[in-house]
């Protein structure tokens, strides 16, 4: 029989369960289109990866949502990238961007997040050639 959850991964940021309602992410290439005058065929620079973002509705229900709710509330506020978890995706490696929570007294056991999420790149700010040539410049 068809389980359309069989491969699906538990969805986590940094090690804290939730639920996904929905996710979408967006990813690609950064391309600038030149076009020019009297010309026909326009030039396509490539400048490289997206950043890739992530927007996921989530929530946390059933016993122990207090604590759950949170404890992924408490990850706004912590410094630097961590693992996020999709049903789809898996893991990869991701800094969270914004994070807003909905809570309704009448559906009390029941917290729902929308969180937006930014792929994680270098390590350390990028320096052009002309930027460290002129450090060396002066420094000589």
């Given at each position: 029989m068809f389980d359309p959850t069989a491969g699906l991964w538990p969805a986590s940021f940094q090690g804290v369960p939730f639920r996904v309602?929905?996710?979408?992410?967006?990813d690609g290439r950064r391309l600038v289109v030149h076009e020019f005058p009297n010309r026909d065929d326009p030039f396509v620079e490539d400048l490289?990866?997206?950043?890739?973002?992530?927007?996921?509705?989530?929530?946390v229900v059933g016993e122990g949502w207090t604590g759950e709710a949170a404890a992924l509330k408490a990850l706004a506020l912590s410094r630097g990238a961590g693992a996020l978890v999709l049903p789809m995706d898996g893991p990869q490696i991701v800094r969270l961007q914004e994070i807003k929570r909905s809570f309704a007294k009448d559906k009390l056991g029941?917290?729902?997040?929308?969180?937006s999420f930014v792929r994680e790149g270098a390590t350390s700010a990028l320096a052009s050639?002309?930027?460290?040539?002129?450090?060396?410049?002066?420094?000589?």
């Amino acid at each position: 029989m068809f389980d359309p959850t069989a491969g699906l991964w538990p969805a986590s940021f940094q090690g804290v369960p939730f639920r996904v309602e929905s996710d979408s992410i967006e990813d690609g290439r950064r391309l600038v289109v030149h076009e020019f005058p009297n010309r026909d065929d326009p030039f396509v620079e490539d400048l490289g990866r997206k950043a890739g973002s992530f927007s996921i509705t989530a929530y946390v229900v059933g016993e122990g949502w207090t604590g759950e709710a949170a404890a992924l509330k408490a990850l706004a506020l912590s410094r630097g990238a961590g693992a996020l978890v999709l049903p789809m995706d898996g893991p990869q490696i991701v800094r969270l961007q914004e994070i807003k929570r909905s809570f309704a007294k009448d559906k009390l056991g029941f917290v729902a997040f929308d969180l937006s999420f930014v792929r994680e790149g270098a390590t350390s700010a990028l320096a052009s050639v002309l930027s460290l040539a002129q450090l060396l410049f002066d420094a000589a």
